[in-house]
């Protein structure tokens, strides 16, 4: 994750903020309601969100990229530094990017 890091740059795009949010809805709702992700519901989700993150990369690239930054254990992290911190709690997206980056796949 670290090396990843240092090779795409120390900082995302601002317009990534409204797309993680946007994973965080969509995806989000797509597994609380069971749907497959490669059902074709998941497909309109997939187009939905490339459409807003700009020009889409290649879909099985952006599954490879969330895979190597998602980690439970770095969820839990951040979750404790921002206790530590008195930061608002921020809602647990890891199902939710899961499901989106096996979506990428299924719809490669």
């Known amino acids: 994750m670290a090396q990843l890091a240092l090779e795409q ?12 949010q946007a994973v965080g809805v ?24 490339e459409a ?6 290649d879909r099985t690239a952006a599954a490879d990229r969330i895979e190597a930054f998602s ?12 206790i530590v911190n008195g930061w608002p709690p921020a809602p647990d997206l890891f199902d939710a990017w899961a499901w989106y980056a096996k979506a990428l796949r299924a719809h490669a």
């Open 26 to 49: 969509e995806a989000g709702v797509a597994l609380r309601e069971g749907l497959a992700p490669d059902a074709p519901g998941a497909l309109a989700i997939v187009e939905q969100l």
């Open 71 to 82: 980690d439970r254990r770095v969820t839990r992290y951040w979750t404790l530094v921002g």
């Open 9 to 20: 740059g120390p900082q995302p795009d601002p317009a990534q903020f409204a797309v993680s």
């Open 52 to 57: 807003m993150s700009g020009e889409p990369e």
